[in-house]
């Protein structure tokens, strides 16, 4: 265990939003910023031991993808790589079609795009899903026509933990004869479960750095060899001249190290699989709890609505008593979950939802801490 793990004396449980930062991430930080400290762009000694860390740090990460390091461009994090993906990719290819397809679940960073894109003239469809957050295959077979240019679709839901069928898109795009590409947004997949652009088939997938126990600040865009995309700022030469600017060598250096120390994979799933039907179990005994997960979602990510109640009091309530979770993404501040709108849930189901969402490093005591929480909260403020 971590020594940070050891010291936290509360709950923590929303690890969707951010990981604290693992202490082989921490001493890379501070070497790059004690130590080499360079420019990766300059040419003395200090610059090219910079520019080492900075390609070493791409090598660590693009390792734990199976992809090329060439093919990976640092970005400041999942925003920023969902927004070149798509913003960039219609761009370059706006002479080929002009239809962009992705789902009504989708992050913020690439839903919001898509709807820019829409503004300026390109045909945007939404993909709806079921109710258990899931896109249909067939409405993405229908949605894929010769005007298509784009699909991007993520790998593993923010709010619900809900798992799309990525891997079968492509296969999709082909049977159609698109020259479509896809774009997979995997932040909340990497660093839990085996992520393989090429297994995927994607040309362009996002990942981030404090999704994974590195620090804020840094993210990274695969582009599969060969594909091009037009660059959202411009000034130099840095990262292929896809995203200029000094690379903030830090963060980036912190993302790499905590790439190089993921945990097993699947002994960790096989952990967060336990927690989560540990949790799972507790909230049947509570009652007047629905979860909204759908049950081969990724056990990392559990979202429930206690029936009856606003899920506002119920975070602060919680977060007094050192328990902390959420009420969907970080990113919508407190905004009614558009993510299980979409799924067309009860409006009591919207108003009482939490997302509870493991690390690697939780454990039972966190949850126990929550259903606690939880009946106190339906005992003192509810009187039940």
């Keep these: 265990m971590p020594a940070w793990e050891a010291e936290l004396m509360y709950a923590y449980l929303d690890n969707s939003a951010t990981t604290p930062v693992c202490s082989e991430a921490q001493l890379a930080v501070q070497q790059a910023i004690q130590v080499t400290w360079g420019n990766p762009s300059s040419r003395h000694a ?37 927004n070149l993906a798509v913003l960039g ?57 010769p005007a298509t240019i784009l699909v991007s679709v993520m790998a593993v839901n923010n709010e619900t933990g809900t798992i799309q069928p990525v891997e079968k898109i492509k296969r999709i795009i082909h049977a159609k004869r698109s020259g479509a590409l896809l774009h997979v947004d995997a932040v909340q997949a990497f660093g839990k479960v085996p992520v393989r652009p090429a297994a995927m088939d994607a040309d362009l997938l996002t990942v981030s750095s404090h999704k994974i126990h590195g620090p804020k600040g840094a993210g990274a865009l695969y582009i599969r060899k ?51 039907d540990f949790l799972l179990a507790g909230l049947e005994g509570l009652g007047d709890i629905v979860v909204n997960s759908p049950p081969d979602g990724l056990p990392y990510i559990v979202s429930f609505s206690v029936l009856g109640q606003k899920s506002e009091p119920m975070l602060n309530f919680l977060s007094q008593r050192g328990v902390y979770v959420s009420s969907g993404s970080a990113c919508s501040k407190g905004k009614p979950s558009r993510i299980l709108k979409s799924m067309r ?30 009946t106190e909260i339906k005992r003192t403020m509810y009187g039940k």
């Design 46 to 82: 200090l610059g090219v031991q910079a520019e080492e860390l900075l390609e070493s740090a791409r090598a660590a990460v693009a390792q734990k993808l199976s992809a090329r390091a060439d093919e990976l461009i640092f970005t400041s994090g999942g925003t920023e790589a969902n």
């Design 345 to 374: 849930l009860p409006p009591e189901v919207l108003a009482g939802a939490l997302r509870v969402s493991f690390s690697h490093t939780s454990t039972r005591e966190d949850v126990k801490k929550l259903l606690a929480g939880i």
């Design 226 to 276: 060969g594909i091009s995309i037009f660059p959202r700022s411009y000034g130099g030469s840095q990262e292929g001249k896809i995203r200029p600017g000094t690379e903030c060598l830090p963060a980036i250096a912190g993302f790499g190290a905590a790439a190089d120390n993921l945990p097993d994979l699947d002994e960790a799933l096989v952990r967060v699989k336990e927690l989560r």
């Design 89 to 145: 990719a219609a761009a370059a290819n706006r002479r080929k079609g002009n239809r962009i397809v992705t789902s009504a679940t989708e992050h913020p960073s690439v839903y919001e795009a898509a709807n820019h894109l829409s503004s300026l003239g390109y045909d945007v469809v939404f993909l709806p899903v079921d109710k258990q957050g899931k896109i249909s295959e067939e409405e993405l077979q229908r949605a894929i026509t």
